[in-house]
Each structure stands twice: as structure tokens, then as C-alpha cells.
């Protein structure tokens, strides 16, 4: 089993950062990839960016050179750096890491004026 607490959420105007942690515990060992989806209201849930063990990432399009993954000295944390925020943004974040899959409780990231 894989516990996952996120971190880092809230309120910011349109165009600001706000970053988001993320830190494993329990079977890391057996981590392969770690990332973050998110969940607007009425929405589905979606993948908005990921990284491997490897080191390889991927991103949604919509958060490509505004958002940024990457590892904590920790391996068993991972973070997300978000940039340039805007309205569409607001939504609650998940931490994921698997397989298989687990999440965390989420949390809400609002983007407004």
C-alpha cells in the first residue's frame, strides 16, 4: 500500500505560481511513475502531468510551459510548479502513484480576481 498527502493548494489571482507537493509512504519501492491529475466541477478527471522513474515526463497540453513535475531530494516526493495560472485552472488536484493506482485526498487549487 501507498499513502500519498498533497500539499501547497489555494487561492491565487490569474497569472500567479502556487506550487504543489506530494509525499509518498508506505511500498515506494514499487513506484514507477507519480503525477498529478485534476477535477473541475461537472468535469472529468484529467491527467495533467506525470513523471517516471526514469526521469521522463509528460503534460497535458493545456499546462505545457506553465506547469513544471519533478522529483524531491526525496524520491518518494514529487512536485508540481504552476505558472501563469488562469481561471480554467481551478479544480481540485490529485496525487497519483502506481501501479497500481493510488490517490491522494486531493487539493483545491482556485485561480481568480
Known amino acids: 500500500q501507498v499513502q500519498l498527502v498533497e500539499s501547497g493548494g489555494g487561492l491565487v489571482q490569474p497569472g500567479g505560481s502556487l506550487r504543489l507537493s506530494c509525499a509518498a509512504s508506505?511500498?515506494?519501492?514499487?513506484?514507477?511513475?507519480m503525477g498529478w491529475y485534476r477535477q473541475a466541477p461537472g468535469k472529468q478527471r484529467e491527467l495533467v502531468a506525470v513523471i517516471f522513474s526514469s526521469g521522463s515526463t509528460n503534460y497535458a497540453d493545456s499546462v505545457k510551459g506553465r506547469f513544471t513535475i519533478s522529483r524531491g531530494n526525496a524520491k518518494n516526493t514529487v512536485h508540481l510548479q504552476m505558472n501563469s495560472l488562469k481561471p480554467e485552472d481551478t479544480a481540485i488536484y490529485y496525487c497519483n502513484a502506481g501501479p497500481p493506482s493510488h490517490w491522494g485526498q486531493g487539493t483545491q487549487v482556485t485561480v481568480s480576481s
Open positions: 508506505g511500498s515506494i519501492f514499487s513506484i514507477y511513475a
